[in-house]
């Protein structure tokens, strides 16, 4: 597939100022002139091909709403180039308007105090959508994404969940190709964040609507996403599928052994111990070094095993490893 947002040597500098104290302390002025640039991002390179859903995560402060921001034309960048479905974002902000939809999980596009559904309304006069198309559009999204029973409540009166759910309407009124999603499901309970991911993901099947989904849910970047950004510090540290970062930075196993009696020194040739109690044993082992298998074979011609499991990698904790540590 075509790529449909292509980022090269992308980079955002802010400068910061100082303030500048007056007499006896006071501040003189708000700030001073001088101060120092930072980069909230830096040579940043990727391309998201039509249809994907690509999870881009980092910690806070790491670039992801900078960079959703320059992508959307909210931004103008320090230098480098980016094109949406064939636009640059910040000099055809209106044309590509009709083509993104975005949804901040903590903020909300709808009216406070008007009910659901006139907001809806509202946005289809804001998008320009034609009458006919709306309604078939709403006929769907209404079914889809269960917002029926509160139409007609204003959103101060929303739960979360439903709150969230006519943000993800309202972004979708105008059938954009290419929807920005910044925390989608902060906040929700497990029902709710699990109607949220099955609608994203039929929406991604059904249309083909491309997804750039920014996260500190590892649930929903296993959940939706084939492929994955990681940023720290403005930079890209990875461009990969979920696969792919477990089997390089998830080497570690874990597997939890019953043996049939307590053994005082017990021997485990090719695993660590990380923790005892009594006859159970929790053992780490790296997959490069030792298969499953092989490490059961060396137990089980030592000692007589009543059960054990094995522990895969979670992501959440690959990826919590490359923030502390970096890639290697």
């Known amino acids: 597939m075509p790529a449909i947002i292509e980022v090269r040597d992308l980079e955002k500098r802010f400068k910061l100022s100082k303030r500048r104290p007056g007499p006896l302390g006071a501040v003189r002025g708000l700030f001073s002139t001088g101060g120092r640039e930072v980069a909230a991002v830096e040579h940043l390179d990727f391309e998201v091909h039509a249809g994907e859903m690509v999870g881009y995560i980092g910690p806070n402060g790491a670039g992801k709403s900078t960079t959703i921001k320059m992508l959307t034309g909210i931004l103008v960048p320090t230098s480098g180039d980016v094109h949406v479905d064939g636009l640059v974002p910040w000099r055809h902000r209106a044309r590509l308007a009709s083509r993104i939809g975005v949804v901040f999980g903590q903020r909300t596009q709808l009216w406070w105090d008007l009910p659901l559904i006139e907001s809806l309304q509202l946005l289809r006069h804001v998008y320009r959508v034609p009458k006919d198309r709306f309604e078939r559009c709403l006929v769907t999204l209404v079914e889809t994404l269960d917002i029926g029973d509160f139409l007609e409540k204003p959103v101060r009166q929303l739960s979360l969940g439903q709150r969230m759910r006519g943000d993800l309407a309202a972004s979708l009124l105008h059938e954009p190709s290419i929807l920005y999603l910044d925390e989608p499901t902060i906040g929700l309970d497990v029902v709710?964040?699990?109607?949220?991911?099955?609608?994203?993901?039929?929406?991604?099947?059904?249309?083909?609507?491309?997804?750039?989904?920014?996260?500190?849910?590892?649930?929903?970047?296993?959940?939706?996403?084939d492929r994955v950004l990681i940023i720290d510090h403005g930079r890209l540290l990875y461009d990969g599928t979920v696969e792919e970062i477990l089997d390089l930075y998830g080497q570690e196993r874990r597997m939890v052994v019953d043996l049939d009696e307590d053994v005082e020194h017990p021997e485990t040739p090719g695993a660590r111990i990380e923790r005892r109690e009594g006859a159970r044993l929790w053992l780490t082992f790296r997959r490069d070094e030792v298969t499953a298998s092989e490490l059961l074979a060396r137990l089980s011609s030592r000692y007589k095993i009543r059960d054990l499991t094995i522990q895969e990698p979670d992501i959440e904790g690959v990826v919590r490893k490359i923030y502390q540590e970096g890639m290697s």
């Open 192 to 225: 709710a964040k699990e109607r949220i991911r099955t609608f994203l993901l039929d929406l991604n099947r059904r249309q083909g609507v491309t997804v750039l989904l920014t996260t500190h849910d590892m649930a929903d970047v296993t959940r939706l996403c």
